[in-house]
């Protein structure tokens, strides 16, 4: 799904590049796939994948389970672009998530790395859980990226990136893009347990291996960077992304072998009726 930028304090939709977030398909892959692979549904019928991009794991899905309809949910016709040009039988579908219901109910609802994007997740939760057949199950998968440096440096190079330390973009956008995305782990299980037979819950920290120039800000750009760069202006954009970069390269400087490590931390959720 694509990251949504921030326009007057509050969520918009932006143009999205499939092969910005390609260019570290490997890395968003594998949790992709560690979710898949603790849903403990033997057959699922009716499968939806919520911010599929560029549908990768939805045509696993509709792989492992051959007799599942498969639907590929985003609101990027960029990313839903790039899925159907992949051979396949999923549908692939446009819609906001934020007012989306399935047509049938689903036996597995699936989302990796999008729901971050969403805000008001406890009601958010609770309703997809409520849309689930009896014995169906909801795996998610979300980035805890707050307290990772890239994403504090984020914040504080809006409040004090400008000329002579002043702060860029409006309060409303700045407040709006720093919000806290994702919640504590035990905040999810509380929310979901009264409404589910089991709710397994777990944290994964990733040391990332990656190579090239400016690493860490070619990752971050295809994501949660994103709602920064299409909400400043142009000379904004210009003096944030300036500061920011030498920031980045002093926080991960690159290992001796010319390759640069970084920490990716992710929440996992699988719940089941």
């Known amino acids: 799904m694509e990251p949504p930028p921030v326009h007057q304090g509050r969520i918009a939709g932006t143009r999205w590049d499939p092969s910005l977030y390609l260019k570290f398909s490997d890395h968003r892959l ?36 051959p007799g599942a309809t498969v639907y590929g949910i985003d609101n990027s016709k960029d990313m839903l672009a790039e899925a159907a040009a992949q051979p396949g039988r999923v549908r692939w579908i446009e819609a906001d998530l934020r007012t989306w219901s399935p047509d049938d109910a689903p036996s597995l609802i699936y989302s990796n790395a999008t729901l971050q994007w ?17 014995g169906g199950c909801l795996a998610v998968q979300m980035p805890l990226s707050w307290d990772a440096p890239s994403h504090r440096l984020m914040r504080e190079t809006l ?19 720093s919000r806290k995305w994702v919640q504590d782990a035990e905040v999810y299980y509380d929310w979901l347990a009264p409404h589910c037979r089991q709710v397994d819950v ?25 709602p920064i760069l299409v909400g400043l202006d142009e000379r904004e954009r210009k003096i944030f992304l300036a500061k920011y970069a030498r920031q980045l390269r002093a926080a991960y400087p690159p290992q001796p072998d010319g390759r640069t490590l970084y920490r990716f ?9």
């Open 30 to 65: 594998r949790p992709a796939l560690e979710l898949l692979d603790r849903v403990p549904l033997e057959s699922p019928d009716v499968i939806y994948d919520l911010g599929c991009g560029s549908g990768h794991a939805t045509l696993i899905m509709a792989d492992r389970w």
């Open 118 to 134: 969403v805000e008001a997740h406890r009601e958010l939760f609770v309703r997809l859980v409520g849309y689930l057949q009896a």
């Open 159 to 177: 409040t004090s990136g400008g000329p002579n330390g002043k702060a860029l973009g409006t309060e409303d956008f700045r407040r709006a893009v």
């Open 202 to 226: 777990w944290e994964t920290e990733y040391l990332q291996v990656l190579e090239g120039d400016e690493p860490v800000l070619e990752w971050v750009k295809a994501t949660g960077l994103r």
């Open 265 to 273: 931390r992710r929440l996992f959720v699988v719940a089941a009726l």
